[in-house]
Every structure is written in C-alpha cells, then in structure tokens.
C-alpha cells in the first residue's frame, strides 16, 4: 500500500502543531524564569511601574488614566464580539451542507467527511478560547477601572497590579488562540499550507515575543512629585528674588 494524499494530514498536521505547542512551551518556560527577555514579561514590568505612579500620584490626575484601561476594555470587547461572530459563522457553514467546495478533488489532502468535521469542531474550539479568553481580559480590565478610581487612598496596590497585568494576560492568550485558528483555517485548503503556516508563524512570533530592550528603572511617583514641586519653589522664590532687585 502506497503513501497518498490523504495520508498528508495525518504527517503534517500533527507536526505543525507540534511545533506551535513546542514554541509556546519554550516561550511559557522564558516567560517564568527570564521575563525581561519576553515582550510580555516586559510590558508587564512597564504595566507595574505605571500602576505605581497613577496609585502615588494625585488623585485628580485620574483620567487620563481611565481613559487608558477603558480603551483596553474596548478592544478586548471588540475582538470577543468578532470571535463569537466567527463561531457562529463556522455554525452557519457547518450546516450548509450543499457546499461541497473542501470535499472537491481542489484540496490536496483528504477530504473525507469526518476530517472535515475535525476540522471545523478544531477551528471551532479556538475561537471560543479566544472569546472567553477577551471575556476574561475585559473582565479584569472593567476591575482595574473600579479599584483606580476609588476615592479611598486605602486601595491596596496589589490588587490594582494584579487585574492590569491579569488582564494582559488573557488579551495575550485570545490572540495565541486566534494565531492557532489562523493555522487550521489554512487547514481546510489542505495540510500543506498549515504546515508551511505553522513553520512561518513560529519565526514571526519569535521575532515579535523577544525583548531586548532594557527595563525601565523602578521609582517613587510621589518622591517625583515632592521633587517636581521643590524645584518649581525654589524657581518661583528665585523670580521673585530677581524681581525685588529690579
């Protein structure tokens, strides 16, 4: 018995996801060891030291600040509606069964009606991963929004630190959910193309995940204040200093 075509799918969509669960894995592993070394781990130092400033600094600059988190919630809302709407599109095509295009003898692969079903219920998956994953993220961003503007100075940092960078994290992970639907779209025009897809993606992510930006210095946002103020008072006593030997 020779190899065939169908026997396409069974060799290289396992081995192009492998290798996109194997990238991920070894990101995971930089992630919690070297985060400086990872665009996520520094955009979640960036995201501390922001929380820090807006929580020491003065309650009447507050915002500018909510104007940042509500367009985060924004964005994840957005991109939550379009992956339920892809869903029900995938529901709607699902049960078209007069289009017979990815059973043609077009796609390189097989064709058969249950890898077709497989693929759509994989493709499927994603794209409620990545809708309940911007659900979470605009979840955790609507409780940033509550805890900054707070009047009470007794808000605990922590906690305002924990639902920023909680909420980044579910925003990165929709949009890994919605990097591995991309690869079993291309699924459907055949194996070859979700291999190929799968190699590219990880070299994009690659590039795109690592950081080699230094880290920002940490700071006191009211020890900055305290000194922004003793220096616009010694300025004004120097003026007036000037205008007195006038």
């Not at 190899?3 to 290289?12: A, G, H, S, Y």
């Not at 600040?65 to 869903?87: K, Q």
């Not at 796609?107 to 994989?122: E, R």
Request: aromatic share 14%; with cysteine.
């Amino acid at each position: 018995m020779g190899f065939e075509k169908k026997d396409l799918d069974v060799v290289l969509v396992p081995s192009g996801l492998l290798i996109m669960f194997g990238y991920h894995l070894f990101l995971l592993y930089r992630y919690l060891h070297q985060p400086h070394t990872t665009v996520m781990g520094f955009e979640n130092y960036n995201k501390r030291l922001w929380v820090q400033a807006i929580m020491q600094g003065e309650r009447r600059d507050i915002g500018s600040c909510i104007s940042v988190i509500s367009a985060n919630i924004t964005a994840a809302t957005f991109l939550s509606s379009v992956s339920l709407t892809l869903c029900s599109l995938i529901g709607a095509w699902i049960s078209n069964t007069t289009n017979n295009f990815f059973e043609s003898d077009l796609i390189y692969g097989d064709t058969q009606l249950t890898t077709l079903s497989i693929k759509y219920v994989s493709l499927l998956i994603f794209f409620l991963v990545a809708f309940l994953c911007f659900v979470q993220s605009a979840r955790h961003f609507v409780q940033a929004n509550y805890l900054i503007s707070t009047p009470s100075p007794n808000v605990p940092l922590k906690r305002v630190e924990v639902a920023v960078i909680r909420g980044g994290d579910f925003w990165s992970l929709g949009l890994r959910a919605l990097y591995f639907a991309l690869n079993l779209l291309l699924w459907f025009f055949g194996p070859i193309p979700m291999f190929v897809c799968s190699i590219f993606m990880v070299l994009l992510l690659h590039y795109l995940d690592s950081n080699t930006t230094p880290l920002i210095e940490e700071f006191d946002g009211r020890q900055v204040v305290k000194n922004v103020e003793h220096r616009l008072s010694e300025m004004a006593m120097a003026i007036h200093m000037r205008s007195r030997q006038n």
